[in-house]
């Protein structure tokens, strides 16, 4: 059948299947190592300038803003931002200049707390590039072929609508049924960033609550950098065995960074935190944006991250503490 449909989106991450395992088989050890390290190393040795990056997690929930913080701190540049489901952490790495293109299923929005400033602004400017759009599913569906090491999805979705026509999806014929189906190219993140509940050493990670899609994008990345809110011994590790969602071979880095999901929600560990979320919804609707976020805890070592030079004060007293 001849293709009716004009595609304007970019192909991004996509790898030939076999050229990707050759990379992994040269560039991925399954010895079972060591890998504890600290924030601002793991990001020096895995984020390069120009890094296709994927975030876990979903919308404000487990997502892993310590390392967001730190891509800032060493202000990583000319980032693409796989946007599926990028709020609060795109909004942090565009206020931070880090960003200048983003593949969007679920962008520039906070949920019910209303449209970005600051990721509105960037793309209406230009200083960010919108690559494509495409669907929640369909991301999820690319990055399953890419851990299938298959170069495509096929697919009926979006074959209804026109973000298919922004995507990088194709249409072909249906061998079988002669109908039309959506093919989705397999898509490997340059690194994937993830905070996970608990982690051994070597990278078991264990995920409480809803994984979305983080099951398939572990295995679709190729650095995959876990933050966790406790480093646990192997042994109980062992004794759990079918809680471990993510395998250490998939591993590059794991550091223990208790509250660093903070200000987002960690389910069954800690809420939102309102306060902060709409403190930055404020100072972002000037430009450049210019917040500093103070999060102490009578568990943890604070945090104070600086996301611009000349911040502005947010708080400097107050306790984040677990669900009980």
Same mark, same amino acid.
């Given at each position: ?8 989106? +970019?192909?991004? %991450? ?11 088989? #040269? ?19 895995? &984020?390069?300038?120009?890094?296709? $990056? ?5 919308? @404000? ?8 913080? +730190?891509? $800032? ?25 880090? &960003?200048?293109?983003? +593949? ?5 929005? @906070?949920?019910?707390? %209303? ?7 960037? &793309?209406?400017?230009?200083? &960010?590039?919108?690559? %494509? ?21 096929? $697919? *009926? ?8 026509? @922004? ?5 072909? +014929? ?21 905070? $996970?509940? *608990? ?13 979305? #899609?983080d099951c398939e994008l572990a295995r679709a990345t190729r650095r995959l950098i876990i933050t966790t809110e406790e480093i646990i011994d192997h042994e109980e590790i062992q004794r759990h065995p079918w809680r471990t969602v993510i395998p250490f071979y ?25 306060? @902060? ?7 972002s609707k000037t430009s450049p944006p210019r917040p500093s976020f103070l999060a102490s805890s009578s568990v943890t070592m604070p945090l104070e991250v600086e996301i611009i030079a000349n911040p502005l004060p947010l708080k400097t007293e107050g306790t ?5």
């Open positions: 059948m001849s293709d009716p449909v004009e595609f304007s989106g +970019e192909l991004i %991450g996509w790898h030939d299947p076999d050229e990707n395992r050759q990379w992994v088989r #040269e560039n991925k050890s399954r010895q079972l190592a060591d890998k504890r390290t600290t924030v601002a190393d793991a990001i020096r040795k895995y &984020v390069p300038d120009g890094s296709l $990056v994927a975030v876990g997690g979903f919308g @404000h929930i487990r997502i892993p803003m310590a390392l967001i913080y +730190e891509l $800032v701190r060493q202000r990583k540049r000319d980032l693409t931002l796989i946007g599926n489901t990028a709020v609060h952490d795109l909004d942090i790495l565009i206020g931070g200049g880090c &960003v200048s293109r983003v +593949e969007v299923a679920y962008a520039f929005g @906070h949920e019910l707390r %209303g449209l970005s400033p600051c990721g509105r602004r960037a &793309v209406e400017s230009g200083q &960010v590039q919108v690559t %494509g759009e495409i669907s929640n599913a369909g991301f999820q569906w690319r990055f399953l072929a890419a851990a299938m090491g298959v170069p495509f999805m096929p $697919v *009926r979705s979006m074959l209804g609508t026109d973000t298919i026509k @922004h995507s990088s999806a194709r249409v072909i +014929e249906d061998p079988w049924s002669g109908k039309p189906i959506c093919l989705v190219p397999a898509c490997y993140p340059d690194v994937a960033l993830f905070h $996970v509940h *608990r982690c051994d050493q070597y990278g078991n990670a264990q995920i409480d609550g809803i994984m979305v #899609e998939l591993v590059d880095a794991v550091i223990e960074v208790p509250f660093g999901a903070h200000p987002t929600e960690m389910p069954v560990t800690y809420y939102f935190d309102e306060e @902060h979320i709409a403190h930055w919804l404020e100072v984040l503490s677990r669900l009980t």
